[in-house]
């Protein structure tokens, strides 16, 4: 069964930085491709970085190329996603996904909140 646990989240002001983490259980984390993806309120889910299985290649979504940056370690079975000059906007609920590059619709966590205060 896959498990996607997620943490790190919190109220953080404008211009801020928060890490989250997630970490994996329940299949082959090492051959996966993982995602961060997003849902602010009201609003449906919104793909945030994705990375590849070996954790080369990393993409992301314009809204926060060159503010975010995703890791992840395939020995600790952890996926990443370091936030900085957080901004109103990014306030969502985060999860991690497995699934295809840019995809939101794989198995997904219980997610970590994030608000950002102006």
């Known amino acids: 069964e896959v498990q996607l646990v997620e943490s790190g989240g919190g109220l953080v002001q404008l211009g801020g930085s928060l890490r989250l983490s997630c970490v994996a259980s329940?299949?082959?984390?090492?051959?996966?491709?993982m995602n961060w993806i997003r849902q602010a309120p009201g609003k449906g889910l919104r793909w945030v970085a994705g990375i590849t299985s070996n954790g080369y290649n990393a993409y992301y979504s314009d809204s926060v190329k060159g503010r975010f940056t995703i890791s992840k370690d395939n020995e600790k079975n952890t996926v990443y996603l370091q936030m900085d000059n957080l901004k109103t906007e990014d306030t969502a609920i985060y999860y991690c996904s497995k699934g295809d590059l840019a995809s939101v619709t794989g198995p997904r966590g219980q997610g970590t909140q994030v608000s950002v205060s102006s």
């Open positions: 329940g299949f082959n984390f090492r051959g996966a491709v």
